[in-house]
Nanobody, 124 residues
Framework: QVQLVESGGGLVQAGDSLRLSCAAS????????MAWVRQAPEKEREFVAA????????YYADSVKGRFTISRDNAKNTVYLQMNSLKPEDTAVYYC?????????????????WGQGTQVTVSS
């Protein structure tokens, strides 16, 4: 069992940067594959990035490659999403998700744990 709490969202202008954090409690974060997922109004959930338990492997949606970076600090039980060159289309609620499987789940529904989300709004 793990609880996830996101923070760091806010209102920014296009081209700005934000750093989201996801703090995990319960089991050590190293026990979980972790991911960032976002959902814009009237749209379905969208995978953003994922990172393996040890932080060796990372995966990104094509829409954020080269702009976003996922990382983790297992000593702090925290995963981060550094978002640079933000665009209005990045506006969404960003959720942290975790799963105890060894490999990164292929389906969003396979993630067992979710945070409450943090709002990111990018104005033009």
């Amino acid at each position: 069992q793990v609880q996830l709490v996101e923070s760091g969202g806010g209102l920014v202008q296009a081209g700005d940067s934000l750093r989201l954090s996801c703090a995990a409690s319960g089991r050590p974060s190293s026990s979980y594959v972790m991911a960032w997922v976002r959902q814009a109004p009237e749209k379905e959930r969208e995978f953003v990035a994922a990172i393996s338990r040890g932080g060796i492997s990372t995966y990104y949606a094509d829409s954020v490659k080269g702009r976003f970076t996922i990382s983790r600090d297992n000593a702090k039980n925290t995963v981060y999403l550094q978002m640079n060159s933000l665009k209005p289309e990045d506006t969404a609620v960003y959720y942290c998700a975790a799963d105890g499987t060894v490999r990164i789940p292929k389906k969003l529904d396979d993630y067992d744990y979710w945070g409450q989300g943090t709002q990111v709004t990018v104005s033009s």
